[in-house]
């Protein structure tokens, strides 16, 4: 089964108005990472934030971890049209033979209208 | 630096025959990986490798085969193809560390009839 799942499935915005996402997982993690799919197109890394960390800055991007609930939420503030795409959490499991085996959500589907 | 590349683009193959995915990298990374990712879900990891002649299997192995005979290149053999296996398949590479970013290529669109 898949250890993360995004919430919610898809989210519909304005240009200017702020984009939260969340991820929730099942076992414990290494790290957590967020990528970025547009449509058509490959992966690209956003963001990656560490079981030791809380919180994650990057640019107009707001990444949270709470261990304890096991979740993760991606905040993008003053969104763009730009934004448009779907949005994926991947977790780095716990444990040494784990390295590099990321685990994807679903993702969450961004529209982002002009 | 190219990153990762994936070839071809498209491949439309009738049940039964196989086919060889390309992957290729060239930032001497020593992870690559092999993902499929099918309509409204995430991506699921088919294979792996850590270096040259090591693989191992991942979530959803099945029907698949892979070699690593060099570092910049990790194919992903179909044996016999199945409807089941239309997805795209993306093909990823990293270092070998613990929260290393994922680099993807921009993936095959497979449909098997």
Redesign the interface.
Known sequence: S?Q?EEDPQALSIQEGENATMNCSYKTSI??L?W?RQNS??????LI?I?SNEREKHSGRLRVTLDTSKKSSSLLITASRAADTASY?C?T?RFGGTS?????????TILTVHP | NAGVTQTPKFQVLKTGQSMTLQCAQDMNHEYMSWYRQDPGMGLRLIHYSVGAGITDQGEVPNGYNVSRSTTEDFPLRLLSAAPSQTSVYFCASSRLRGGETQYFGPGTRLLVL
């Open positions: 898949q993360g290494n790290n990472q990528y058509g197109r490959g992966l690209v890394h990656l560490r994926f991947a780095d390295y590099g085996k990321l685990t994807f959500g679903q993702g």
